[in-house]
């Protein structure tokens, strides 16, 4: 079985741009999470897709949004890119409600 | 504020120690709890989940133990070896209502020398 895939892996973007993250969760899992790694503040949740609803959101600024797709990809879209926004971005997927996680490799972005 | 803390940062034991990772919460209501590791760069591996109703869980020579009272989870490392370094990482879920959402503790990076 495959595991969470995500793409890119890496990005270079620049101050003020908009960027879109894609996540491909392990086939069968409705649900679908995003997490901000940096070292200063560790990880951090963004917000949980489930069956193409938001069901849970972090703390995070509105220019942090996401959506679920009908097959549960999912995509993470971050608008007018900050330096702070420079992290490594984590996808967990699972099957059900407070089911173990699985995390894809994540998409480690650089703001210039 | 609900919290996960995991103390020490950072450990170095030589090949062959077992190793005892700590993972304090500051919610009894916690739901349920997951150990993970992390390479450099990495994503993350799932190593062990606990539910709430549970003490502990093992898989080979890993050993996580969920005490609810105290607000602890302790996670063994059996005859470390050199490919055991790595950080390591507890989640929770402090709530039902929080489903999904896990909060991790900042790691422990661990460093087994030959």
């Known amino acids: 079985k495959a595991g969470v895939t995500q793409t890119p892996r890496y990005l270079i973007k620049t101050r003020g741009q908009q960027v879109t993250l894609s996540c491909s969760p392990i086939?069968?899992?409705?649900?679908v999470s995003w997490y901000q790694q940096t070292p200063g503040q560790g990880l951090q949740f963004l917000f949980e897709y489930f069956s193409e609803t938001q069901r849970n959101k972090g703390n995070f600024p509105g220019r942090f949004s996401g959506r679920q797709f009908s097959n549960s990809r999912s995509e993470m879209n971050v608008s007018t890119l900050e330096l702070g926004d420079s992290a490594l971005y984590l996808c967990?997927?699972?099957?059900?409600?407070?089911?173990?996680?699985?995390f894809g490799p994540g998409t480690r972005l650089t703001v210039l | 504020k609900q919290e996960v803390t995991q103390i020490p940062a950072a450990l170095s034991v030589p090949e062959g120690e077992n190793l005892v990772l700590n993972c304090s919460f500051t919610?009894?209501?916690?739901?349920?709890l997951q150990w993970f590791r992390q390479d450099p760069g990495k994503g993350l591996t799932s190593l062990l989940l606990?539910?709430?109703?549970?003490r502990e869980q093992t898989s080979g020579r890993l050993n996580a133990s969920l005490d609810k009272s105290s607000g602890r989870s302790t996670l063994y490392i059996a005859a470390s070896q050199p490919g055991d370094s790595a950080t390591y990482l507890c989640a929770a879920a402090l709530s039902e209502a929080a489903g999904n959402k896990l909060t991790f503790g900042g790691g422990t990076r661990v460093l087994v020398k030959p």
């Open positions: 919610d009894s209501a916690i739901y349920n």
């Open positions: 086939s069968g899992h409705r649900s």
């Open positions: 606990i539910q709430s109703s549970q």
């Open positions: 967990a997927s699972s099957s059900g409600y407070q089911n173990e996680q699985f």
